[in-house]
T-cell receptor, first 110, second 115 residues
Framework: DAKTTQPPSMDCAEGRAANLPCNHS???????VYWYRQIHSQGPQYIIH???NNETNEMASLIITEDRKSSTLILPHATLRDTAVYYC???????????FGTGTSLTVIP | DTGVSQDPRHKITKRGQNVTFRCDPI?????LYWYRQTLGQGPEFLTY????????KSRLLSDRFSAERPKGSFSTLEIQRTEQGDSAMYLC?????????????FGQGTRLTVV
């Protein structure tokens, strides 16, 4: 599975959009981009995933560049409860493990 | 709630003792994963099952570790002769490879402290 690169930390003001970038320049054609987050001392929580089209659900939006070498997770109106470590993962749909890396620690500031 | 369930949530054991953790996946999920997470690090893959077959094991899974999923439902992870370096959060996840969406759902983990 391809590796990803994420900034180690980011801040975002409460109520503003949080834009979390991820680079995955070696992604293969059959690999999806998955996003998870982990709030302190809890198990990782699935957020969203996509292949090449932009995706939106009740939690977030996922924007994938046309060349698929990078993506951005958007939390449209960040709240204090969105403070967590966010992981970007690339994986084939029926691949094996989810490789987490070290993620981005997002702090939402009041 | 029909999410992934792990038991116990916390375990404190003395060095050298054996411990066993249980994971109950989401019903009808055919894949089950075990991960380990130490402080400040992302979850690290240990092993996964498809139904009852253990298909992949990480080199992190030393000979002291054994995982089973005897009937393709719940799974157990046993650590023999625990060492202080085994102190970590052990996470279980499940997914279905037979559905369109194959995202994995995680339990809340078992936090192991070896003293």
């Amino acid at each position: 599975d391809a590796k990803t690169t994420q900034p180690p930390s980011m801040d975002c003001a409460e109520g503003r959009a949080a834009n979390l970038p991820c680079n995955h320049s070696t992604i293969s054609g059959n690999e999806y981009v998955y996003w998870y987050r982990q709030i302190h001392s809890q198990g990782p929580q699935y957020i969203i995933h996509g292949l090449k089209n932009n995706e939106t659900n009740e939690m977030a939006s996922l924007i994938i560049t046309e060349d698929r070498k990078s993506s951005t997770l958007i939390l449209p109106h960040a709240t204090l409860r969105d403070t967590a470590v966010y992981y970007c993962i690339v994986r084939a749909r029926t691949g094996n493990q989810f490789y987490f890396g070290t993620g981005t620690s997002l702090t939402v500031i009041p | 709630d029909t999410g992934v369930s792990q038991d116990p949530r916390h375990k404190i054991t003395k060095r050298g003792q054996n411990v066993t953790f249980r994971c109950d996946p989401i019903s009808e999920h055919n894949r089950l994963y075990w991960y380990r997470q130490t402080l400040g690090q992302g979850p690290e893959f240990l092993t996964y099952f498809q139904n009852e077959a253990q298909l992949e094991k990480s080199r992190l899974l030393s000979d002291r570790f054994s995982a089973e999923r005897p009937k393709g439902s719940f799974s157990t992870l046993e650590i023999q002769r625990t060492e202080q370096g085994d102190s970590a959060m052990y996470l279980c996840a499940s997914s279905s490879e037979e559905r369109v969406n194959t995202e994995a759902f995680f339990g809340q983990g078992t936090r192991l402290t070896v003293v």
